[in-house]
Protein backbone atom coordinates (compact mmCIF):
# COMPACT_ATOMS: atom_id res chain seq x y z
CA UNK A 1 0.00 0.00 0.00
CA UNK A 2 2.90 2.27 1.12
CA UNK A 3 4.65 2.39 -2.02
CA UNK A 4 1.49 2.11 -4.60
CA UNK A 5 0.11 5.66 -2.59
CA UNK A 6 2.97 7.19 -2.34
CA UNK A 7 3.58 7.24 -6.68
CA UNK A 8 0.03 8.58 -6.60
CA UNK A 9 0.62 11.10 -3.92
CA UNK A 10 4.20 12.51 -5.99
CA UNK A 11 1.64 12.45 -9.59
CA UNK A 12 -0.95 14.47 -7.94
CA UNK A 13 1.00 16.88 -7.04
CA UNK A 14 3.32 17.05 -10.00
CA UNK A 15 -0.37 18.06 -11.09
CA UNK A 16 -1.09 21.08 -9.22
CA UNK A 17 2.64 22.29 -8.20
CA UNK A 18 2.01 25.18 -10.44
CA UNK A 19 -1.11 26.20 -8.97
CA UNK A 20 -0.32 26.11 -5.27
CA UNK A 21 0.13 29.58 -3.57
CA UNK A 22 3.78 30.71 -3.00
CA UNK A 23 2.46 33.32 -0.23
CA UNK A 24 1.65 29.87 1.85
CA UNK A 25 4.82 27.58 1.57
CA UNK A 26 7.23 27.99 -1.63
CA UNK A 27 7.58 25.89 -4.15
CA UNK A 28 10.74 24.61 -3.73
CA UNK A 29 10.16 23.76 0.28
CA UNK A 30 6.36 22.13 -0.77
CA UNK A 31 9.16 19.84 -2.66
CA UNK A 32 12.00 19.05 0.02
CA UNK A 33 8.61 18.07 2.03
CA UNK A 34 7.47 15.65 -0.17
CA UNK A 35 11.00 14.36 -0.95
CA UNK A 36 11.34 14.03 3.33
CA UNK A 37 7.54 12.68 3.40
CA UNK A 38 8.61 9.73 0.49
CA UNK A 39 11.92 8.97 2.57
CA UNK A 40 10.00 8.15 5.70
CA UNK A 41 7.13 6.72 4.32
CA UNK A 42 3.71 6.84 5.04
CA UNK A 43 2.96 5.57 8.57
CA UNK A 44 1.55 1.59 8.91
CA UNK A 45 0.18 -0.29 11.05
CA UNK A 46 3.46 -1.69 11.87
CA UNK A 47 4.80 1.34 13.03
CA UNK A 48 4.09 1.30 16.88
CA UNK A 49 2.94 4.29 17.63
CA UNK A 50 0.39 4.04 15.20
CA UNK A 51 -1.33 0.44 15.25
CA UNK A 52 -4.26 1.71 16.89
CA UNK A 53 -4.87 4.05 13.85
CA UNK A 54 -7.10 3.32 11.09
CA UNK A 55 -5.23 4.42 7.98
CA UNK A 56 -7.13 2.96 5.39
CA UNK A 57 -8.88 5.81 4.04
CA UNK A 58 -5.53 6.85 2.67
CA UNK A 59 -5.98 4.34 -0.20
CA UNK A 60 -8.55 5.95 -1.67
CA UNK A 61 -8.48 9.78 -0.55
CA UNK A 62 -7.19 12.58 -3.42
CA UNK A 63 -4.20 14.33 -1.66
CA UNK A 64 -4.35 17.05 -4.09
CA UNK A 65 -6.41 19.84 -2.36
CA UNK A 66 -10.17 20.19 -2.91
CA UNK A 67 -10.76 23.03 -4.93
CA UNK A 68 -12.11 26.77 -3.73
CA UNK A 69 -16.11 26.18 -3.57
CA UNK A 70 -18.70 28.94 -3.45
CA UNK A 71 -20.63 26.42 -1.03
CA UNK A 72 -22.89 27.49 1.65
CA UNK A 73 -21.57 26.47 4.97
CA UNK A 74 -23.80 24.51 7.08
CA UNK A 75 -25.32 25.63 10.43
CA UNK A 76 -22.46 26.96 12.75
CA UNK A 77 -22.55 26.73 16.46
CA UNK A 78 -23.45 30.21 18.41
CA UNK A 79 -19.32 31.94 18.59
CA UNK A 80 -18.71 32.17 22.22
CA UNK A 81 -19.41 35.05 23.93
CA UNK A 82 -16.48 37.20 23.73
CA UNK A 83 -13.92 35.80 21.22
CA UNK A 84 -13.68 36.79 17.81
CA UNK A 85 -14.37 34.27 15.02
CA UNK A 86 -12.57 33.05 11.91
CA UNK A 87 -13.78 30.50 10.03
CA UNK A 88 -12.39 28.64 7.11
CA UNK A 89 -14.09 26.59 4.27
CA UNK A 90 -11.74 23.10 3.15
CA UNK A 91 -8.70 24.74 4.91
CA UNK A 92 -9.44 28.28 2.85
CA UNK A 93 -10.11 31.93 4.68
CA UNK A 94 -14.13 32.10 4.14
CA UNK A 95 -15.08 34.50 6.95
CA UNK A 96 -12.57 37.23 7.74
CA UNK A 97 -12.76 39.31 10.90
CA UNK A 98 -11.37 42.25 13.04
CA UNK A 99 -8.29 40.91 15.28
CA UNK A 100 -8.44 41.74 19.08
CA UNK A 101 -6.04 44.91 19.98
CA UNK A 102 -2.45 43.49 20.14
CA UNK A 103 -3.28 40.68 17.92
CA UNK A 104 -2.17 40.37 14.56
CA UNK A 105 -4.11 37.69 12.38
CA UNK A 106 -2.84 37.36 8.61
CA UNK A 107 -4.01 34.47 6.11
CA UNK A 108 -2.03 33.94 3.25
CA UNK A 109 -4.03 36.24 1.57
CA UNK A 110 -3.01 39.03 3.66
CA UNK A 111 0.78 38.21 3.16
CA UNK A 112 2.88 40.97 2.35
CA UNK A 113 4.82 41.41 -0.97
CA UNK A 114 8.70 39.50 0.00
CA UNK A 115 7.55 38.05 3.36
CA UNK A 116 8.80 34.89 4.10
CA UNK A 117 5.71 31.58 4.55
CA UNK A 118 6.01 29.81 8.23
CA UNK A 119 7.55 26.02 7.92
CA UNK A 120 6.57 23.43 10.01
CA UNK A 121 9.61 20.76 11.77
CA UNK A 122 8.44 17.88 11.57
CA UNK A 123 11.09 16.30 14.46
CA UNK A 124 9.39 13.05 15.13
CA UNK A 125 8.80 9.83 12.67
CA UNK A 126 5.25 9.91 14.53
CA UNK A 127 4.73 14.07 13.08
CA UNK A 128 5.45 12.70 9.13
CA UNK A 129 1.87 13.47 8.32
CA UNK A 130 2.48 17.34 8.96
CA UNK A 131 4.82 17.23 5.73
CA UNK A 132 1.80 15.89 3.60
CA UNK A 133 0.57 19.75 4.50
CA UNK A 134 3.44 21.33 4.59
CA UNK A 135 3.45 19.54 0.89
CA UNK A 136 -0.44 21.18 -0.42
CA UNK A 137 -1.42 23.54 2.20
CA UNK A 138 -3.51 25.96 0.44
CA UNK A 139 -3.95 28.99 3.15
CA UNK A 140 -2.77 29.37 6.43
CA UNK A 141 -3.19 31.42 9.34
CA UNK A 142 -0.40 33.18 11.86
CA UNK A 143 -1.83 34.59 15.16
CA UNK A 144 1.13 37.01 16.70
CA UNK A 145 0.06 38.26 20.26
CA UNK A 146 1.73 41.40 21.26
CA UNK A 147 4.21 41.06 24.56
CA UNK A 148 2.30 42.04 27.69
CA UNK A 149 -1.30 41.50 25.77
CA UNK A 150 -3.97 40.41 27.84
CA UNK A 151 -6.14 39.82 24.62
CA UNK A 152 -9.76 38.21 24.66
CA UNK A 153 -10.41 35.40 22.66
CA UNK A 154 -10.10 34.09 18.97
CA UNK A 155 -12.27 31.29 17.53
CA UNK A 156 -10.43 29.29 14.18
CA UNK A 157 -13.64 27.47 12.72
CA UNK A 158 -12.25 24.91 9.99
CA UNK A 159 -15.52 23.78 7.86
CA UNK A 160 -14.92 20.31 5.69
CA UNK A 161 -17.33 20.24 2.90
CA UNK A 162 -15.22 18.19 0.17
CA UNK A 163 -15.79 14.56 -0.51
CA UNK A 164 -12.01 12.88 0.07
CA UNK A 165 -12.66 11.76 -3.62
CA UNK A 166 -12.54 15.39 -4.97
CA UNK A 167 -9.30 16.83 -2.83
CA UNK A 168 -8.61 17.28 0.68
CA UNK A 169 -8.75 20.16 2.53
CA UNK A 170 -5.26 21.27 5.15
CA UNK A 171 -6.09 23.60 7.59
CA UNK A 172 -2.52 25.40 8.73
CA UNK A 173 -2.00 27.64 11.75
CA UNK A 174 0.50 29.39 13.46
CA UNK A 175 0.35 30.47 17.39
CA UNK A 176 2.89 32.95 18.43
CA UNK A 177 2.70 34.71 21.99
CA UNK A 178 5.15 36.85 23.21
CA UNK A 179 6.45 37.74 26.82
CA UNK A 180 3.86 38.07 29.08
CA UNK A 181 0.80 37.66 27.08
CA UNK A 182 -2.10 35.79 27.90
CA UNK A 183 -4.71 34.37 25.18
CA UNK A 184 -7.68 31.77 24.78
CA UNK A 185 -7.81 30.18 21.82
CA UNK A 186 -10.77 27.97 20.59
CA UNK A 187 -9.88 25.55 17.50
CA UNK A 188 -13.01 23.91 15.96
CA UNK A 189 -13.23 21.22 13.16
CA UNK A 190 -16.64 20.60 12.19
CA UNK A 191 -18.16 18.94 8.46
CA UNK A 192 -21.01 18.36 6.52
CA UNK A 193 -22.47 15.30 8.12
CA UNK A 194 -22.50 13.17 4.70
CA UNK A 195 -18.84 13.89 3.59
CA UNK A 196 -16.42 11.81 3.65
CA UNK A 197 -13.78 14.21 3.74
CA UNK A 198 -10.17 13.74 4.45
CA UNK A 199 -8.36 17.05 6.89
CA UNK A 200 -4.97 16.97 7.22
CA UNK A 201 -4.45 19.77 9.77
CA UNK A 202 -0.76 21.38 10.97
CA UNK A 203 -0.54 23.29 13.72
CA UNK A 204 2.48 25.23 16.00
CA UNK A 205 2.62 26.99 18.86
CA UNK A 206 5.33 28.81 20.25
CA UNK A 207 5.28 30.86 23.75
CA UNK A 208 7.65 33.13 24.83
CA UNK A 209 8.59 33.37 28.81
CA UNK A 210 6.11 33.34 30.70
CA UNK A 211 3.43 33.12 28.09
CA UNK A 212 -0.03 32.11 28.66
CA UNK A 213 -2.00 30.10 26.13
CA UNK A 214 -5.34 28.19 26.53
CA UNK A 215 -6.33 25.95 23.78
CA UNK A 216 -9.17 24.61 23.20
CA UNK A 217 -9.46 21.62 20.39
CA UNK A 218 -12.77 20.38 19.25
CA UNK A 219 -13.30 17.85 16.47
CA UNK A 220 -16.58 16.92 14.95
CA UNK A 221 -15.96 15.92 11.63
CA UNK A 222 -18.95 13.86 9.34
CA UNK A 223 -19.13 10.36 10.42
CA UNK A 224 -17.40 9.09 7.63
CA UNK A 225 -14.41 11.58 7.49
CA UNK A 226 -10.74 11.44 7.90
CA UNK A 227 -9.08 13.91 10.70
CA UNK A 228 -5.42 13.78 10.74
CA UNK A 229 -3.30 15.96 12.78
CA UNK A 230 -0.14 17.28 14.06
CA UNK A 231 0.62 20.03 16.55
CA UNK A 232 3.91 21.03 17.98
CA UNK A 233 4.58 23.35 20.70
CA UNK A 234 7.89 24.95 22.27
CA UNK A 235 7.69 27.07 25.35
CA UNK A 236 10.08 29.58 27.08
CA UNK A 237 10.92 29.72 30.45
CA UNK A 238 7.66 30.14 32.68
CA UNK A 239 5.25 29.63 30.28
CA UNK A 240 2.22 27.57 30.52
CA UNK A 241 0.03 25.97 27.78
CA UNK A 242 -3.20 24.56 28.42
CA UNK A 243 -4.68 22.28 26.01
CA UNK A 244 -7.93 20.65 26.50
CA UNK A 245 -9.07 18.54 23.06
CA UNK A 246 -12.52 16.68 22.78
CA UNK A 247 -13.17 14.79 19.83
CA UNK A 248 -16.54 13.10 19.01
CA UNK A 249 -16.30 13.17 15.41
CA UNK A 250 -14.97 11.29 12.21
CA UNK A 251 -14.84 7.59 11.36
CA UNK A 252 -10.86 7.97 11.98
CA UNK A 253 -8.95 10.62 14.10
CA UNK A 254 -5.55 11.09 14.50
CA UNK A 255 -3.80 13.87 16.48
CA UNK A 256 -0.11 13.81 17.42
CA UNK A 257 1.40 16.53 19.74
CA UNK A 258 4.48 16.88 20.45
CA UNK A 259 5.41 19.65 23.62
CA UNK A 260 8.76 20.98 24.19
CA UNK A 261 9.10 21.98 27.13
CA UNK A 262 12.96 24.38 26.65
CA UNK A 263 12.58 27.10 29.61
CA UNK A 264 13.13 27.00 33.12
CA UNK A 265 9.74 26.68 34.81
CA UNK A 266 7.50 26.23 31.42
CA UNK A 267 4.40 24.12 32.53
CA UNK A 268 1.73 22.19 30.48
CA UNK A 269 -1.66 20.32 30.67
CA UNK A 270 -2.91 18.30 28.83
CA UNK A 271 -6.77 17.36 28.95
CA UNK A 272 -8.18 14.92 26.92
CA UNK A 273 -11.84 13.30 25.88
CA UNK A 274 -12.64 10.94 23.09
CA UNK A 275 -16.54 9.44 22.32
CA UNK A 276 -16.13 6.75 19.93
CA UNK A 277 -19.00 4.79 18.69
CA UNK A 278 -20.01 2.71 15.24
CA UNK A 279 -16.61 1.78 14.24
CA UNK A 280 -14.95 4.90 14.98
CA UNK A 281 -11.57 5.13 15.50
CA UNK A 282 -9.94 7.86 17.78
CA UNK A 283 -6.62 8.24 18.50
CA UNK A 284 -4.34 10.63 20.19
CA UNK A 285 -0.45 10.22 20.85
CA UNK A 286 1.22 12.90 23.30
CA UNK A 287 4.74 13.43 23.73
CA UNK A 288 6.18 15.97 26.73
CA UNK A 289 9.66 16.37 26.03
CA UNK A 290 11.34 18.25 29.44
CA UNK A 291 14.51 19.67 28.40
CA UNK A 292 14.57 22.54 30.96
CA UNK A 293 15.01 22.22 34.76
CA UNK A 294 11.84 22.46 36.66
CA UNK A 295 9.16 21.64 34.60
CA UNK A 296 5.53 20.50 34.90
CA UNK A 297 3.14 18.54 32.61
CA UNK A 298 0.21 16.65 33.11
CA UNK A 299 -1.74 14.26 31.00
CA UNK A 300 -5.58 13.30 31.99
CA UNK A 301 -7.55 11.23 29.28
CA UNK A 302 -10.68 9.74 29.43
CA UNK A 303 -12.72 7.78 26.31
CA UNK A 304 -15.46 5.88 26.09
CA UNK A 305 -15.80 3.59 23.33
CA UNK A 306 -18.98 1.81 22.39
CA UNK A 307 -20.61 -0.91 19.89
CA UNK A 308 -17.31 -1.66 17.56
CA UNK A 309 -15.18 1.44 17.80
CA UNK A 310 -11.85 1.85 19.19
CA UNK A 311 -10.21 4.80 21.51
CA UNK A 312 -6.32 5.32 21.85
CA UNK A 313 -4.22 7.44 23.86
CA UNK A 314 -0.26 7.00 23.79
CA UNK A 315 0.94 9.46 26.60
CA UNK A 316 4.72 9.34 26.23
CA UNK A 317 6.78 11.50 28.57
CA UNK A 318 11.22 12.55 28.41
CA UNK A 319 13.16 13.69 30.93
CA UNK A 320 16.31 14.84 29.41
CA UNK A 321 19.73 15.05 32.02
CA UNK A 322 19.02 18.58 31.55
CA UNK A 323 15.48 18.66 33.42
CA UNK A 324 16.06 17.83 36.81
CA UNK A 325 13.13 19.41 39.34
CA UNK A 326 10.85 18.04 36.85
CA UNK A 327 7.20 17.22 37.75
CA UNK A 328 5.28 14.63 35.70
CA UNK A 329 1.61 12.85 36.47
CA UNK A 330 -0.33 10.84 34.04
CA UNK A 331 -3.88 9.89 34.29
CA UNK A 332 -5.73 7.76 31.83
CA UNK A 333 -8.63 6.09 32.08
CA UNK A 334 -10.90 4.35 29.19
CA UNK A 335 -14.59 2.79 29.98
CA UNK A 336 -15.45 0.02 27.73
CA UNK A 337 -19.44 0.08 26.63
CA UNK A 338 -19.59 -3.48 25.00
CA UNK A 339 -18.15 -6.00 24.16
CA UNK A 340 -16.35 -5.69 20.43
CA UNK A 341 -15.48 -2.54 21.02
CA UNK A 342 -11.34 -1.54 22.30
CA UNK A 343 -9.66 0.64 24.64
CA UNK A 344 -5.96 0.90 23.99
CA UNK A 345 -3.76 3.05 27.00
CA UNK A 346 0.15 3.55 26.56
CA UNK A 347 1.79 5.81 29.72
CA UNK A 348 5.27 5.92 28.76
CA UNK A 349 8.02 7.84 30.79
CA UNK A 350 11.69 8.18 29.67
CA UNK A 351 14.32 9.32 32.89
CA UNK A 352 17.57 10.28 32.25
CA UNK A 353 18.23 12.63 35.41
CA UNK A 354 17.53 12.14 39.13
CA UNK A 355 15.40 15.11 41.72
CA UNK A 356 12.55 14.17 39.66
CA UNK A 357 8.74 13.15 40.66
CA UNK A 358 6.76 11.73 37.83
CA UNK A 359 4.35 9.04 38.32
CA UNK A 360 1.61 7.53 35.70
CA UNK A 361 -1.10 5.39 36.19
CA UNK A 362 -3.55 3.86 33.72
CA UNK A 363 -7.17 1.62 33.75
CA UNK A 364 -9.50 0.30 31.33
CA UNK A 365 -13.18 -1.48 31.97
CA UNK A 366 -16.50 -1.62 32.41
CA UNK A 367 -19.21 0.53 34.29
CA UNK A 368 -18.54 0.31 38.01
CA UNK A 369 -20.92 -1.90 39.01
CA UNK A 370 -20.87 -1.04 42.93
CA UNK A 371 -21.98 2.99 41.33
CA UNK A 372 -24.63 1.64 39.07
CA UNK A 373 -26.26 -0.67 41.81
CA UNK A 374 -26.50 2.52 44.03
CA UNK A 375 -28.01 4.30 41.43
CA UNK A 376 -30.64 1.48 40.74
CA UNK A 377 -31.47 1.33 44.24
CA UNK A 378 -32.36 4.64 44.29
CA UNK A 379 -35.18 3.87 41.79
CA UNK A 380 -33.39 5.27 38.18
CA UNK A 381 -34.04 3.26 35.52
CA UNK A 382 -31.05 0.80 34.14
CA UNK A 383 -30.25 2.58 31.01
CA UNK A 384 -30.60 6.21 32.58
CA UNK A 385 -28.20 4.71 35.31
CA UNK A 386 -25.84 3.18 32.56
CA UNK A 387 -26.28 7.03 30.85
CA UNK A 388 -25.27 9.18 34.17
CA UNK A 389 -22.07 6.99 34.83
CA UNK A 390 -20.87 7.37 31.49
CA UNK A 391 -21.31 11.02 31.45
CA UNK A 392 -19.66 11.81 35.66
CA UNK A 393 -16.47 9.69 33.26
CA UNK A 394 -16.28 12.08 30.71
CA UNK A 395 -17.03 15.24 32.82
CA UNK A 396 -13.32 14.95 34.36
CA UNK A 397 -12.32 16.54 31.02
CA UNK A 398 -15.58 18.30 29.92
CA UNK A 399 -15.69 20.05 33.13
CA UNK A 400 -12.28 22.18 32.27
CA UNK A 401 -14.19 23.81 29.52
CA UNK A 402 -14.31 27.01 30.65
CA UNK A 403 -16.23 29.35 28.43
CA UNK A 404 -19.82 28.73 29.13
CA UNK A 405 -21.25 28.57 25.80
CA UNK A 406 -18.52 26.06 24.16
CA UNK A 407 -18.87 23.91 27.05
CA UNK A 408 -22.51 23.48 26.82
CA UNK A 409 -22.31 23.45 23.25
CA UNK A 410 -19.76 20.15 23.32
CA UNK A 411 -21.66 18.46 26.36
CA UNK A 412 -24.84 18.76 23.48
CA UNK A 413 -22.94 17.31 20.92
CA UNK A 414 -21.74 14.28 23.16
CA UNK A 415 -25.46 14.13 24.66
CA UNK A 416 -26.34 13.77 20.61
CA UNK A 417 -23.37 11.06 19.93
CA UNK A 418 -24.76 9.17 23.23
CA UNK A 419 -28.18 9.14 22.34
CA UNK A 420 -28.67 9.71 25.61
CA UNK A 421 -31.75 10.71 27.46
CA UNK A 422 -33.76 13.57 28.90
CA UNK A 423 -32.81 12.85 32.27
CA UNK A 424 -29.65 13.62 30.86
CA UNK A 425 -30.49 17.10 29.01
CA UNK A 426 -31.58 18.42 32.43
CA UNK A 427 -27.71 18.57 33.58
CA UNK A 428 -26.74 21.12 30.80
Excluded at 296 to 305: K, V, W
Excluded at 354 to 375: I, P, Q, W
Amino acid sequence: MNGAVLNRLKEEFGAVRAALPESVIGSARRGEALEALCAQGLPGTRDENWRYTDLRRLEQARFAPAQAQAAVLPPLPTAPEGYVRYVFLDGRLHTDADAPHGVVVRTARSQEPGSTPWRLEARLPEARLALLNETFATDAVSIDVAPGTQATGIELLFVASAAATEGASYPRVRLALGAGARVSVIERHLGRAEAHSLVNSAVHVDLAAAATLTHYRVQQLGAQAAWFDTLSAELAAEARYDLLAVGAGALSARSTVHARLSGRGAAMSLAAAALADGQQSLDLYALSEHIAPHTRTEQTFRGIASSRARAAFNGKVIVRETARGTDSRQSLRGLLDGTQCEIDLRPQLEIYTDEVRCSHGATAGKLDENMLFYLLSRGIAPEAAQHLLKWAFLEDVIAKIAPRDLRRQVETTLLGQMRDLDTLKELL
